[in-house]
């Protein structure tokens, strides 16, 4: 077991399926609790709209696999076809500093933390239908046809084994933007209240 988080820290995960729009959900709670951020590793190639150290840090697979050697990574999973991961230190300093930190990773990444860190808490943003979500897929302009379906068909997979599995606290549907944000604060507000009254009881 990894160092527990600090009595004030709180380590929040935020996965669901491309498209979904859980950067958006994300960037706006994390503004509005003051929260932090965590940069994850990737071997993804940078896109134009990416800003190295703010979206990911890019790295090569040699780079990566060091990382892993080194155990400088809190989690790390393989996603279409590419390495991601959480860089250790910064999310346990920020922990032990007393922030919330949110990390956006996938399923398999907020199981092996979910395993491996006591005490986090982990929602799935779901979107209000499939069809909602192949049509968010396309409006983003940003893959042909062959990725979209790709990344629609994937999508589903993840759905279904979220669901299915017991890594989640909660799933919230992204219908409105400002009311999955809203759900999503108030889901954590009352789970660090629920874990600071058990603290003192
Ligand atoms: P994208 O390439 O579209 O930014 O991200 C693709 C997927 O990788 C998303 O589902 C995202 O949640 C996941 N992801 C991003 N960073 C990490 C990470 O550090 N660890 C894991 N396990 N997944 C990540």
Do not use: W
């Not at 988080?5 to 491309?18: A, H, K, M, T």
């Not at 155990?71 to 920020?94: F, I, M, Q, S």
């Not at 983003?140 to 589903?156: L, Y």
């Not at 279904?160 to 507000?189: H, K, P």
């Amino acid at each position: 077991m990894e160092r527990s988080p600090g009595p004030q820290g709180f380590l929040v995960i935020i996965s669901g399926p491309s498209g979904v729009g859980k950067s958006t959900i994300t960037n706006v709670v994390r503004e509005r609790l003051d929260a932090a951020l965590s940069v994850s590793m990737t071997t993804r190639p940078k896109a134009a709209d990416d800003v190295e150290g703010e979206h990911y840090f890019f790295v090569d697979r040699g780079r990566f696999e060091s990382a892993i050697a080194h155990r400088e990574l809190l989690e790390h999973a393989e996603v279409y076809g590419n390495y991601y991961g959480t860089p250790r230190g910064p999310v346990l300093d920020k922990l032990a500093a007393g922030r919330i930190v949110i990390l956006e990773i996938d399923m398999e990444g907020a199981a092996q933390v979910k395993s491996n860190l006591a005490g986090c808490f982990a929602i799935f943003i779901k979107p209000p239908s499939y069809d909602a979500l192949l049509q968010r897929l396309r409006d983003r302009k940003r893959e042909d046809e062959a990725t979209i379906q790709k990344r629609f068909a994937q999508a589903k997979n993840e759905i279904e084994a979220a669901e299915a599995g017991s890594v989640y606290d909660v799933f919230i549907v992204n219908d409105d933007l400002n009311r999955a944000v809203d759900e999503a604060i108030r889901r954590i507000g009352a789970e660090v209240e629920r874990r600071r009254a058990g603290a003192h009881s």
